[in-house]
């Protein structure tokens, strides 16, 4: 029975094989939310109203409530402890999520018809942001020169070292986009390879995917943005970190950015334009109080552990799981979102693959994306994502079931004979 729903839906599904036991779920968003948060959510929400400390629950709070007033100040403050940011930096609630920004960001920031911008594309999500902007200016699109400008940006497996950036950039550009961790590709500006260049203009990160999983160099950034999905929270939401001397700038759209992308807009109304997504802000107020008891710091050191454990594995078995990037390539390879090919993408051992991680109840390495990979002649990798809500403990157990699906293999098949 448990065969054929697995089949029928190709791994795609997230429910697992046994509800009644834990579910790791390494899907790349949304992603998990750690358990006490949940049951914290849970007894918050209970018809018993003493649960929450404003006597009605979470759902039910005006976004003009002095209640939703100190939750929101709460998380705010919360956010800039953890992640050291500094008093210059205004935190902006918006909507629309990822893609919301990428319409904010030109029409924020352009300021004449001529303005040099540039945007780095290094995977499918840089490569959005672009297209979006070029609807409201001629941005000159940087790629690494081992690929082709039409090139699909699936197929990017390297970011451009900072050395190269820094020759490309010009002193008088405008701003500079850079999306500091590609979801799909699994490509990152990691802290421990090579970091954000130095750059004279607007420096614009794109953080959804590896937001709040190690320190960021604010000196260096006028404006980053995540998604809500991954670490943060649920969903449709984004928080914006935003240099004050942006809000001063001549801005070509001036009267016709619509409301619900102005970012001065924001700052005027403390986000509160039109009505937040307020539950969403009371689950990452929960969630940063609890990160904020770890620290940044321990939670860079598990998230590079994490990712540490899956390449060593990876890395060493080479001929039955392949990483998708390359292994030059490796200080380019992220730490968040790592995809790969089992038996180098041999469809019917990914589907038995597929079947096991069900049976083990594992979850979420296989998603249906917007890019077809079969359309530009690719095998398709699976992918585990290794998000703030997935433990030490939760990677080993992977790599466990991992390892005993391969001996599975090996000894049905005598597969290494056969290559
Ligand atoms: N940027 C990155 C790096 C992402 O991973 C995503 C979503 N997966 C987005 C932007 C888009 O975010 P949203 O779907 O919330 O618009």
Redesign the pocket.
């Known amino acids: 029975m448990y065969k054929s729903i697995v089949n029928k839906k190709l791994g795609y599904n997230l429910r697992s094989f046994d509800l009644t036991n834990k579910i790791y779920n390494f899907s790349?968003?949304p992603a998990p939310i750690p358990k006490e948060i949940l049951s914290s959510i849970s007894d918050d929400l209970s018809s018993d109203s003493k649960n929450f400390k404003y006597g009605i629950t979470p759902a039910e709070i005006s976004h003009r409530s002095p209640e939703f007033d100190e939750i929101k100040k709460s998380a705010e403050l919360e956010l800039k402890k953890l992640m050291n940011i500094p008093n210059n930096f205004k935190i902006l609630w918006t909507q629309?999520?990822?893609?919301?920004?990428?319409a904010s960001i030109p029409l924020n920031m352009i300021r004449t018809e001529g303005d040099k911008i540039n945007y780095i594309v290094t995977?499918t999500?840089?490569d959005?942001?672009y297209n979006e902007a070029k609807k409201f200016c001629t941005p000159k699109k940087i790629i690494s020169s081992n690929f082709t400008i039409d090139l699909n940006s699936l197929k990017f497996n390297e970011i451009i070292e900072t050395n190269n950036l820094e020759k490309i950039l010009e002193e008088d550009n405008n701003y500079t986009y850079i999306?500091?961790?590609?979801?799909?590709n699994g490509l990152e500006y990691r802290e421990d390879g090579i970091r954000l260049p130095k750059c004279d203009s607007n420096l614009i990160v794109?953080?959804?995917?590896?937001f709040l999983t190690k320190k960021v160099d604010w000196n260096n950034i006028s404006v980053a943005f995540?998604?809500?999905?991954?670490n943060l929270g649920m969903?449709?939401?984004?928080i914006v970190v935003i240099d004050e001397k942006i809000f001063h700038r001549k801005r070509l759209y001036e009267n016709k950015i619509p409301g619900i992308l102005d970012w001065n807009l924001y700052k005027e109304t403390d986000s509160l334009y039109n009505t937040p997504p307020i539950f969403n802000i009371y689950v990452i107020e929960k969630l940063l109080k609890y990160y904020n008891k770890k620290g940044i710091d321990i939670i860079e050191n598990e998230s590079k552990l994490k990712a540490e454990l899956m390449y060593e594995y990876l890395d060493n078995n080479d001929l039955f799981y392949k990483p998708f990037i390359s292994k030059i390539n490796k200080s380019h390879r992220s730490n968040m979102?790592i995809p790969f090919l089992v038996c180098d993408g041999d469809g019917i051992i990914m589907e038995e693959f597929l079947e096991h991680m069900y049976n083990s109840n594992i979850v979420g390495l296989r998603t249906k994306t917007p890019f077809k990979f079969e359309d530009f002649n690719m095998k398709e990798p699976l992918r585990v994502s290794f998000y703030n809500g997935i433990s030490v403990e939760d990677v080993k157990y992977l790599i466990k079931r991992m390892e005993e699906f391969k001996q599975k293999i090996l000894y049905k098949t005598n597969y290494y004979k056969n290559l």
């Open positions: 790349p968003g629309g999520g990822g893609h919301g920004q990428f995977g999500w840089s959005r942001a999306c500091s961790n590609e979801t799909v794109d953080m959804s995917s590896d995540a998604c809500t999905s991954k969903s449709g939401a984004n979102n």
